[in-house]
């Protein structure tokens, strides 16, 4: 994909939303909250371990294409738990990664850990279509929300019992996410404009969060000693993998690199 891709991915998500809006009218997701049990709360993932990682489920990318073309969300989330993951993340964007909001709640239906969902979220409606499809967490993206709009996001979020997590890529949007109300920052090595990788990025940004605040680092670890390069700050709570675990060869293999990780970062 040429040109800025994650202004490709927003101009897309609008016509998404819309037609949701249309499928699903705000009323009927209010019905459906109305009725679901209490979330688990994801922030005790960040608060409860010195360091874990999130696992995510993603079947492609705009930059590695198809990672895995068939998925079976039971057996991931299973492996997931038993690999020693405290938690999990599901990709929802259906065009640019083949995701799928209904993962979540096949997710939810086969694991006891509480899952993220990970999609460019740039409407209101699609917190409470978070809410309705039983996650537990929503990834807020700071570049492609303005600050109020931000802060109005994270407030809707908690309001619904969904743990927000800010994702940033500069010292200027961990500034915005903090000044909105932001806990728990998503520090992405991942360009979201060429989606290029730069795990440095992470080291240096990390310095900037306030000491208050729980770090999550995302993109960028293709095997275990990828985290000893980030690993410099105790804010630094948890890693999420895809990509790793997805083109993984089975179980055993998923533990062997889940453990290699928690073995030497777990303190």
């Known amino acids: 994909m040429a040109g800025n891709i994650l202004s490709k991915i ?11 809006k249309n499928k699903v009218p705000l009323s ?13 709360n994801f922030r005790d993932v960040f608060e409860n371990n010195d360091f874990t990682i999130v696992g995510e489920i993603k079947k492609k990318s705009p930059s590695k294409g198809t990672i895995k073309n068939a998925i079976n969300i039971k ?7 038993k690999a020693g993951i405290k ?12 995701g799928n909001i209904e993962y979540i709640k096949e997710a939810k239906k086969h694991c006891s850990m509480p899952i993220l969902r990970k999609d460019f979220v740039i409407d209101e409606y699609q917190i409470y279509e ?14 492609i929300l303005e600050k109020r709009e931000l802060a109005s996001f994270i407030r809707k979020a908690r309001f619904l019992n969904v743990t927000p997590v800010v994702e940033c890529i500069s010292r200027e949007e961990i500034k ?10 998503g ?16 080291k240096t940004l990390v310095k900037y969060v306030p000491k208050d605040k729980f770090v999550l680092c ?5 095997e275990p000693e990828d985290v000893d390069e980030i690993m410099v700050d105790p804010k630094i709570k948890a890693v999420l993998i895809g990509t790793m675990f997805m083109k993984a060869k089975g179980e055993k293999q998923i533990k062997d690199l889940a453990g290699r990780i928690l073995n030497k970062h777990g303190r």
């Open 28 to 40: 009927a997701l209010l019905a459906e909250i109305m009725k679901l049990p209490a979330n688990r």
């Open 87 to 98: 938690a999990v993340s599901v990709v929802t964007d259906k065009k640019f990664f083949d």
């Open 187 to 202: 520090i992405n090595a991942r360009d979201l404009k060429t989606f290029k990788i730069n795990l440095a990025k992470v």
């Open 10 to 20: 927003v101009k897309h998500k609008k016509q998404e939303v819309a037609a949701a």
């Open 176 to 185: 915005k996410a903090c000044a909105a109300g932001a806990e728990i920052i």
């Open 75 to 81: 057996n991931i989330v299973q492996i997931y738990e």
């Open 130 to 143: 978070t809410r309705a499809a039983r996650a537990d967490a929503i990834l807020l993206i700071a570049a």
């Open 218 to 222: 995302e993109s960028g670890i293709n």
